[in-house]
């Protein structure tokens, strides 16, 4: 079954600082692998997504993410946080395709970001 | 990027009474619907896939008579959850995927439904 791993509950990183929130992913097969950021009582929005090609995968907001096969790991990154970057951060893989031909993902149980000023 | 809406965004009802949650693709038609749970301080689980014209797919350890589901055009489906009990209060979110199925598609999600039965 594909899995991911989010090793960290919370991060705490000063503004201006660079930032990394940790991911590593079990997967039979390629993997495709997410990022999603959510606000407080709000869904989901897409930051990014690996799928094929340059290890670097830069998405919304100044975020990017780097996917290294050795380590199973898909790191979120940005150089220089800010205070509006506080909030929770799912990394997803896909999982197998459905009967619709749809794929699902399946989530980290995420980490919380606090940016402090 | 795509658009999907929910409403309501709050609900909150007593326990014993049924709750509908509807989820809108609103600048594209998605022929299948995701329906996500997630509990406080907790990861999405995926309850159900919502299919356009067919039932509705359901996730192990879901009861498909309590979460009732209807996919009933291209831009819309709902969720509802019936004779609602207080282990029923969740964050309920739907996400609908754009364009044909391929092993690159992205899910597009909705911002979510509050419930609270009380």
């Known amino acids: 079954a594909q899995s991911v791993a989010q090793p960290e509950d919370q991060v705490n990183v000063a503004e201006g600082n660079p930032l990394t929130v940790k991911c590593t992913y079990s997967?039979?097969?390629?993997?495709?692998l997410f990022w999603y950021v959510q606000y407080p009582n709000r869904g989901l929005q897409f930051l990014l997504k690996y799928i094929t090609g340059d290890n670097l995968v830069k998405g919304s907001y100044g975020f990017e993410a780097e996917f290294n096969k050795s380590q199973t790991s898909f790191h979120l990154k940005k150089p220089s946080a800010l205070v509006s970057d506080s909030a929770l951060y799912f990394c997803?893989?896909?999982?197998?395709?459905?009967?619709?031909?749809?794929?699902?993902?399946?989530f980290g149980k995420g980490t919380m970001l606090l940016v402090s000023p | 990027g795509a658009v999907v809406s929910q409403h309501p965004s709050r609900v909150i009802c007593k326990s014993g009474t049924s709750v509908k949650i509807e989820c809108r693709s609103l600048d594209f038609q998605a022929t299948t619907m995701f329906w996500y749970r997630q509990f406080p301080k907790q990861s999405l689980m995926l309850m159900a896939t919502?299919?356009?014209?067919?039932?509705?797919?359901?996730e192990q350890g879901v009861e498909k008579d309590k979460f009732l589901i209807n996919h009933a055009s291209l831009t819309l489906s709902t969720l509802t959850v019936t004779s609602a009990h207080p282990e029923d209060s969740s964050f309920y979110i739907c996400s609908a995927p754009a364009g044909a199925p391929s092993p690159t598609d992205t899910q597009y999600f909705g911002p979510g439904t509050r419930l609270t039965v009380l």
């Open positions: 919502s299919n356009e014209g067919s039932k509705a797919t359901y």
């Open positions: 997967v039979s097969g390629n993997p495709y």
């Open positions: 997803a893989v896909r999982d197998v395709s459905r009967e619709s031909g749809y794929s699902t993902l399946t």
